[in-house]
């Protein structure tokens, strides 16, 4: 057991609510890691690589109770094997995706819980939504029927001053409560993703329900 890993854990753990779901980034990380961090109390473990992640997740088959979060970029034609081993996809970026997903799970793939990716500030790193587009996006996405839409999830460009920072967490949530306030069937937006490592604790503040914290919990890659 690593001490040093389970102290961190043991730190956040002791910082955040019970209610704020805390996802340890484990990109990278060997499954002997994700062990460690599975002994110190984490259940809850980030991938951004289906490639990668599926060999770790046949590796850690007896850790049954695992709850793996997909948090990265996902192209179509990974779409279905995303489904199938995942149980949380939080990087649901176009509408494109949402109906590939859709079509899967209408043929009998798993129905994760899904987030839609919102991009709140001009950030060619980063894909998503604007508020406009997924605003004008709705309408289809509630066409589809098979999806467990749940919530939103956003990255905070980088270079952002504090404020700035806390910013676009609050106008995410502010941007579920005007979803919500549409009472679309199929799209209920109670879950906020938001927040790493460098920010976390603003993203708590305004609203968030999962953090995704990497160096956090296994310290510098």
């Known amino acids: 057991m690593d001490s040093d890993l389970a102290q961190r854990i043991a730190k956040i753990t002791s910082t955040l609510s019970p209610s704020v779901r805390s996802i340890a980034v484990s990109?990278?990380?060997s499954p002997e890691r994700i062990r460690d961090a599975y002994a110190a109390g984490v259940r809850d473990?980030?991938?951004?690589?289906?490639?990668?992640?599926?060999?770790?997740q046949d590796q850690l088959q007896d850790l049954n109770d695992i709850t793996w979060h997909f948090i990265g970029h996902?192209?179509?034609n990974k779409a279905k094997?995303?489904?199938e081993r995942f149980d949380w996809i939080h990087s649901v970026d176009r509408l494109k995706?949402?109906?590939t997903?859709?079509?899967f799970i209408e043929k009998g793939c798993p129905s994760p819980i899904l987030c839609l990716q919102v991009k709140l500030r001009p950030d060619p790193n980063k894909s998503g939504w604007t508020v406009s587009e997924l605003l004008a996006d709705l309408p289809a996405l509630e066409q589809c029927k098979a999806l467990n839409i749940q919530g939103l999830m956003t990255i905070a460009p980088l270079g952002l001053d504090e404020s700035e920072t806390r910013a676009v967490f609050r106008e995410t949530r502010q941007?579920?409560?005007?979803i919500r306030a549409l009472n679309l069937p199929g799209i209920s937006i109670t879950e906020l993703s938001m927040g790493m490592s460098g920010d976390y604790?603003?993203?708590v503040a305004e609203g968030a329900t999962a953090v995704r914290l990497g160096r956090s919990v296994f310290g510098e890659r």
Do not use: H, M, W, Y
């Open 27 to 29: 990109k990278t990380v």
């Open 45 to 56: 473990f980030g991938e951004n690589r289906i490639q990668e992640a599926t060999a770790k």
């Open 74 to 76: 996902l192209q179509s």
């Open 81 to 83: 094997i995303a489904l």
């Open 97 to 99: 995706l949402a109906q």
């Open 101 to 103: 997903l859709n079509r």
């Open 175 to 178: 941007l579920a409560d005007r």
């Open 201 to 203: 604790p603003l993203a």
